[in-house]
Antibody
Framework: EVQLLDSGGGLVQPGGSLRLSCAAS????????MNWVRQAPGKGLEWVSV????????YYAGSVKGRFTISRDNSKNTLYLQMNSLRAEDTAVYYC??????????????WGQGTMVTVSS | QLFLTQSPSASASLGASVKLTCTLS???????IAWHQQQPEKGPRYLMK???????SKGDGIPDRFSGSSSGAERYLTISSLQSEDEADYYC?????????FGGGTKLTVL
């Protein structure tokens, strides 16, 4: 079964850091680009970042550029999101999502269940 | 600039059909999109990929009641024989080099 399992969310103070993980199974992880998408409470979906299947290419939304880092370990079939200098407006459910291709852009055809990040003092 | 526009809300009666619209920004008429469903208190679920010519491919287990079509910059999701579990938020999504984009979502109410 193709599956993504998000983890690592929690409560963190403003200015703090957190690392999210997404464990993949059921498909050849290294062949597909992976994304992080977030959803603030009561709001719509917001794309955060994408990494190519090889890990060699990454892109970020302007709202997180310079603060967040996406990475992957293809030997462990795991995607990561290192979040630094967190702000209240980063409070959201964070989802990992698999793309339908290796890096040129495609549909998000598999979603994780999400992990909640709350930034508050 | 690439962006997607969706109406905030729609409604239709149980057993009826509804057509949701997603509009691509100017100059992007030939872009494919995806439709995703998010039921209350759940994560998103992929419904289908919809090309500019109207051809579409659905995700695993998506019922035949869900179909897609295209016209110019408009991308449509039609849901027929509406059921109570179709009450959800529906998002369109597209992509380009270095960017992934979501529409604002349409909240569908089944009356």
């Amino acid at each position: 079964e193709v599956q993504l399992l998000d983890s690592g969310g929690g409560l963190v103070q403003p200015g703090g850091s957190l690392r999210l993980s997404c464990a993949a199974s059921g498909f050849t992880f290294s062949s597909y680009a992976m994304n992080w998408v977030r959803q603030a409470p009561g709001k719509g979906l917001e794309w955060v970042s994408v990494i190519s299947g090889s890990g060699g290419t990454t892109y970020y939304a302007g709202s997180v550029k310079g603060r967040f880092t996406i990475s992957r370990d293809n030997s462990k079939n795991t995607l990561y999101l290192q979040m630094n200098s967190l702000r209240a407006e980063d409070t959201a459910v964070y989802y990992c999502a698999k793309e339908g291709s290796g890096g040129g852009g495609d549909t998000f055809d598999i979603w994780g269940q999400g992990t909640m990040v709350t930034v508050s003092s | 600039q690439l962006f997607l526009t969706q109406s905030p809300s729609a409604s239709a009666s149980l057993g009826a059909s509804v057509k949701l619209t997603c509009t691509l920004s100017r100059g992007h008429n030939n872009y494919a999109i995806a439709w995703h469903q998010q039921q209350p208190e759940k994560g998103p679920r992929y419904l289908m990929k919809l090309n500019s010519d109207g051809s579409h491919s659905k995700g695993d287990g998506i019922p035949d009641r869900f179909s897609g079509s295209s016209s110019g910059a408009e991308r449509y999701l039609t849901i027929s024989s509406l059921q109570s579990e179709d009450e959800a938020d529906y998002y369109c999504q597209t992509w380009d080099t270095g960017i992934r984009v979501f529409g604002g979502g349409t909240k569908l109410t089944v009356l």
